[in-house]
C-alpha cells in the first residue's frame, strides 16, 4: 500500500473523528472559562473548513453522524448544534467555488454569520426555555469566540492538510 494512499484514507474519516473527539473531551468538566462556546466554535470551524477545502473528506453523512454523537455530549439545546453543523456543510459545499474566489475574509465572514446564527437560535431557545430574556453577553461571548478561533484553526488545517498532502 502507498504513503498516499494510505494517508488520504486515514485524511478522509479525519475531521468526523475530531469532533467527536472534541465533544467527548470538552463534555468532561475541566472548568475552563467558555468550555462549552469552545467546543461549538471548534465543532462548526472543523466542518466549515473541511467541506470547504477538503469536501471528500466531509461528506454529509459522516456530518450528520458526528453531529448526532456530539449531541449527546452537549448541554445546550438538543438538536440546535447539529442543524447549524448541516447548515454549515450546506452553504460551504453549495458556495466553495465562490467563496474560494472572494478570499479568507469573505469565507470568514460568511462563516461568521452561520456563527451568528447557531449563536442566535441556541441563546433564543434558552430564553424560551426559562421564559425570560435571558442576557445576551454570553452568547456575544460566544460568537466572538468561534468568529475569533476560525484564523486560528484555518492555520492548523491548513497544516494538517499539508502534511498529508504531500509526497514524502
Do not use: D, H
Not at 488520504?8 to 468526523?16: E, H, K, N
Amino acid at each position: 500500500m502507498q504513503l498516499s494512499t494510505l494517508s488520504g484514507a486515514t485524511l478522509r474519516g479525519l475531521p468526523c473523528l475530531f469532533i467527536v473527539a472534541i465533544a467527548i473531551l470538552f463534555s468532561a468538566p475541566f472548568g475552563l472559562p467558555g468550555q462549552a462556546e469552545l467546543e461549538c466554535g471548534l465543532i462548526l470551524g472543523t466542518v466549515w473548513y473541511w467541506t470547504l477545502y477538503r469536501p471528500n473528506c466531509m461528506k454529509a453523512v459522516g456530518v450528520f453522524l458526528s453531529g448526532l454523537l456530539a449531541e449527546f455530549f452537549l448541554c445546550g439545546p438538543p438538536g440546535v448544534l447539529l442543524l447549524w453543523m448541516l447548515i454549515a456543510y450546506g452553504v460551504a459545499n453549495a458556495w466553495r467555488f465562490q467563496l474560494a474566489r472572494g478570499g479568507f475574509l469573505a469565507v470568514w465572514g460568511v462563516f461568521s454569520l452561520i456563527v451568528s446564527g447557531e449563536t442566535l437560535m441556541t441563546w433564543a431557545l434558552m430564553s424560551l426555555r426559562c421564559f425570560t430574556l435571558l442576557p445576551a453577553l454570553p452568547a456575544f461571548f460566544q460568537f466572538c469566540l468561534a468568529a475569533g478561533l476560525y484564523p486560528v484553526l484555518t492555520v492548523v488545517y491548513a497544516l494538517i492538510r499539508s502534511r498529508f498532502e504531500t509526497p514524502e
